[in-house]
């Protein structure tokens, strides 16, 4: 199980990876005009917006097998674990960006989108870290 969610990790950071040079050269390859950078802010938005629905939709699933009192199917799913990384990935591209000076302060609807990135991301690594390595490092100990 270790193995395989850790190939996930490795695929999720090869699709983030490949998104964010699509961004990188959408961003080089537009037009000098008035609305030059405006392109891959929007691209931004609509990813963090698609990333953090993702991430909370498969929270939401994951809390109803768990009331339920079945197994966990998302313990070991790529979806489950590509959602958490990356919010984590946008969030510290939001704070890179803050801190940089890139992005500014406006009415607060990007902060609370990049803080409810950090949140889903947390939850999710917590939870995959939880059900699936503390059982194993415990399991070792015992051993």
Not at 38 to 55: D, H
Request: proline share 1%; aromatic share 16%; glycine share 4%.
């Amino acid at each position: 199980m270790r193995e395989k969610i850790l190939t996930y990790v490795v695929i999720s950071l090869v699709l983030i990876n490949v998104w964010t040079l699509y961004l990188f050269f959408d961003y080089f390859t537009e037009k000098d005009a008035i609305l030059h950078s405006l392109g891959l802010f929007l691209n931004f938005v609509y990813t963090l917006v698609t990333v953090v629905v993702l991430g909370g939709l498969l929270l939401v699933i994951r809390l109803v097998f768990h009331w339920q009192k079945r197994d966990n199917p998302l313990q070991v799913n790529f979806f489950y674990i590509f959602s958490g990384i990356f919010n984590l990935n946008i969030f510290l591209i939001w704070l890179s960006c803050m801190s940089l000076d890139i992005l500014e302060l406006g009415s607060g609807r990007l902060e609370i989108g990049a803080f409810c990135s950090l949140l889903v991301a947390v939850l999710i690594l917590a939870d995959v870290y939880q059900s699936s390595f503390k059982t194993i490092h415990s399991e070792e100990a015992l051993a």
